[in-house]
C-alpha cells in the first residue's frame, strides 16, 4: 500500500491564480482531511470528508473548496491565490472504525508571489 | 483557554537523555490520545496512541495519560539523533470525525 500520496510536491503560484491540490488514498479509508500547517502554528483543519460525496468546513475554509467523488480521492481547489495561502499543505485520511488516529500524506509544499 | 496546549520548545538534549514531552488540555471529553513524529519537511507519523489512562510502552517510547490533571506525557529513553523532529501531541473524544493537535515540541537530540 502506498498510503496517503499527494501532488504536487512544491508550486509556486502568482497572486490570483488557481490550482489543484490532489490527494490519493489507497487504504480504503471513509474519512479524508485538509490541513495547512504554518510554522509555529500547528495543524489548521481546512475541510473534512466523511465519505464519498460528503464534505464539510473546517477551521479556515475561506479561499479553499473541496469535492470528493470517489472513496479515494479528495482534491483541494485554491481559487484566486493570496499570499496568506503561503503554507505546507497536508491530507490525512483514517477508516470508519478505530480509535480516531490519521494517517497523512507527505505534505505539498506552496508559495504563492 | 485552548483546548490543547503544548510547549513548543525548542528542547536540546544531548544523545541518551531522556526526554518528557506534554501536552495539558480542558476538555474532559477526550478519551484518545496520540503522539505523531513529524519530521522536517515531512508528514507527521503515528507513533503510539493510547485509550483512557494509564501507560503504554513501545520500545523506547511511553506514553502516559493522567485524565484527572487533564495531562499526558511522551518519554523517549536514550534519546538517539534520529529522534530529532516535532512531536505533536492529538486527542478526540471518540465518535468525532476531528481530532484536536497541540502545535508540536520540536526536539533536537544532539550527538
Known amino acids: 500500500n502506498a498510503g496517503v500520496t499527494q501532488t504536487p510536491k512544491f508550486r509556486i503560484l502568482k497572486i490570483g491564480q488557481s490550482m489543484t491540490l490532489q490527494c490519493t488514498q489507497d487504504m480504503n479509508h471513509n474519512y479524508m482531511y485538509w490541513y495547512r500547517q504554518d510554522p509555529g502554528m500547528g495543524l489548521k483543519l481546512i475541510y473534512y470528508?466523511?465519505?464519498?460525496?460528503?464534505?464539510d468546513k473546517g477551521e479556515v475554509p475561506n479561499g479553499y473548496n473541496v469535492s470528493r467523488s470517489t472513496t479515494e480521492d479528495f482534491p483541494l481547489r485554491l481559487e484566486l491565490a493570496a499570499p496568506s495561502q503561503t503554507s505546507v499543505y497536508f491530507c490525512a485520511s483514517r477508516p470508519l472504525a478505530g480509535t480516531g488516529e490519521q494517517y497523512f500524506g507527505p505534505g505539498t509544499r506552496l508559495t504563492v508571489t | 483557554q485552548k483546548e490543547v496546549e503544548q510547549d513548543p520548545g525548542p528542547l536540546s538534549v544531548p544523545e541518551g537523555a531522556i526526554v518528557s514531552l506534554n501536552c495539558t488540555y480542558s476538555n474532559s471529553a477526550f478519551q484518545y490520545f496520540m503522539w505523531y513524529r513529524q519530521y522536517s519537511r515531512k508528514g507527521p507519523e503515528l507513533l503510539m496512541y493510547?485509550?483512557?489512562?494509564g501507560n503504554k510502552e513501545d520500545g523506547r517510547f511511553t506514553a502516559q495519560v493522567d485524565k484527572s490533571s487533564k495531562y499526558i506525557s511522551l518519554f523517549i529513553r536514550d534519546s538517539q539523533p534520529s529522534d530529532s523532529a516535532t512531536y505533536l501531541c492529538?486527542?478526540?473524544?471518540?465518535?468525532?470525525?476531528?481530532?484536536?493537535f497541540g502545535k508540536g515540541t520540536k526536539l533536537t537530540v544532539n550527538p
Open positions: 470528508s466523511v465519505g464519498a460525496g460528503i464534505t
Open positions: 492529538a486527542m478526540t473524544p471518540g465518535g468525532s470525525e476531528k481530532l484536536v
Open positions: 493510547t485509550y483512557s489512562s
